[in-house]
């Protein structure tokens, strides 16, 4: 089905991951490429200039540490630390690095997500390849 499978992920208890990898093997073809990936949101620099220096450092680590652990769920998937806003950071690394398929979990709409818009929605809106939600 899919070659090249993009896995959002992250790091809280109301996201489940092992059912994003669940249906990304389900959609894979044999030989198919995985990427585990979580975005960091910009830190405005005048929040940034109050935090201690070594804050971020630690923090980035260990979403590194947390990545790659999650990336070990699929057979040779590598993890990718992405920087910028979620929806527009997922569906850029979509665009420049071939992804057919983005497997990703969302959580139940509610109606701030009327007014806002969720991730999960505006990557199913704007994505070019095809976009499997998990809830």
């Not at 790091?11 to 991951?17: A, G, I, L, R």
């Not at 201690?52 to 630690?58: A, H, I, R, S, Y």
């Not at 540490?65 to 990336?71: I, S, V």
């Amino acid at each position: 089905m899919y070659k090249n499978i993009l896995v959002p992920v992250l790091f809280d208890e109301k996201h489940n991951n092992q059912m994003s990898f669940q249906v990304a093997r389900a959609l894979a073809d044999d030989n198919a490429k995985f990427t585990v990936a979580h975005v960091v949101e910009a830190i405005p620099n005048f929040v940034r200039m109050e935090m201690p220096t070594d804050l971020l450092e630690k923090k980035h680590d260990e979403l590194k540490r947390l990545l790659a652990d999650a990336a070990k769920a699929l057979p040779g998937a590598v993890p990718e630390l992405i920087s910028g806003h979620a929806g527009k950071a997922i569906l850029n690394y979509a665009d420049e690095n071939e992804i057919d398929c983005i497997v990703l979990a969302s959580h139940r709409p509610g109606f701030e997500d009327l007014l806002i818009g969720s991730t999960a929605s505006r990557v199913v809106r704007h994505a070019k390849c095809a976009v499997h939600v998990v809830r």
